[in-house]
């Protein structure tokens, strides 16, 4: 079964840094990947969605990538503000035409002022 | 647009209880999805639906029931609740555009249950 692997450890910048974070899958690379992000006591909100044949894709100060040899997703914030500091979630479709989704655990960004 | 909304927002059962949760959506959405989120293990599936009247088993199903008898709203039911299942219950809807299911999921912001 399709496991998602997201460091568990807190990521901490500096403000006005580039924040990557990592999100890595170790079966059979999905038809696309989703990145949520989630505040204390609030639930996941949906940021970016990649497809399998799409590099990279870009929102204003947020970039996602997708490389499906080394089956790896990557997360940048550019420009980081403390208000960016949250949970975010990697989350990869599950197969069908459900729209179900695999999420992983999760990395925590602290972004310092 | 109220989204996706989620009643009660904090619970506190012994353990044998029964209670349902409820989950509402707005936004005429075709899928919906019970979640579980606990310490360390991200997200679980519970139970989802494609349609009004359809439900179906997620990856940890046990111990839960769930029902579609309307489109806008997704019920989750405990009949005995246990210890276990003491966590923070998502609901999550998609759109679903025939021929695409690339779309992002819209949550609420949880229910709070303690089993004691």
């Known amino acids: 079964s399709q496991k998602i692997e997201q460091n568990s450890e807190a990521l901490n910048i500096q403000e006005g840094k580039t924040a990557t974070l990592t999100c890595n899958y170790t079966?059979?690379?999905?038809?696309?990947l989703q990145w949520y992000r989630q505040d204390p006591g609030r639930g996941p909100v949906f940021l970016l969605l990649i497809r399998e044949n799409e590099k990279e894709k870009r929102k204003e100060r947020l970039k996602v990538t997708f490389d499906t040899t080394l089956k790896q997703s990557l997360f940048h914030i550019t420009a980081s503000q403390p208000a960016d500091s949250a949970t975010y979630l990697c989350a990869l479709e599950d197969g069908g035409a459900t729209n179900k989704l695999i999420f992983g655990t999760g990395t925590l960004l602290a972004v310092q002022p | 647009n109220a989204g996706v909304t989620q009643t009660p927002k904090f619970r506190v059962l012994k353990t044998g209880q029964s209670m349902t949760l409820l989950c509402a959506q707005d936004?005429?959405?075709?899928?919906m999805y019970w979640y579980r989120q606990d310490p360390g293990m991200g997200l679980r599936l519970i139970h989802y639906?494609?349609?009004?009247?359809?439900?179906a088993k997620g990856e940890v199903p046990d111990g839960y029931n769930v029902s579609r008898l309307k489109k806008q709203n997704f019920l989750l039911g405990l009949e005995s609740a246990a210890p276990s299942q003491t966590s923070v219950y998502f609901c999550a809807s998609s759109y679903s555009p025939d021929g695409d299911s690339n779309q992002p999921q819209h949550f609420g912001d949880g229910t709070r249950l303690s089993i004691l």
């Open positions: 639906s494609v349609g009004e009247g359809t439900t």
């Open positions: 936004m005429n959405h075709e899928y």
């Open positions: 079966n059979y690379s999905p038809a696309y």
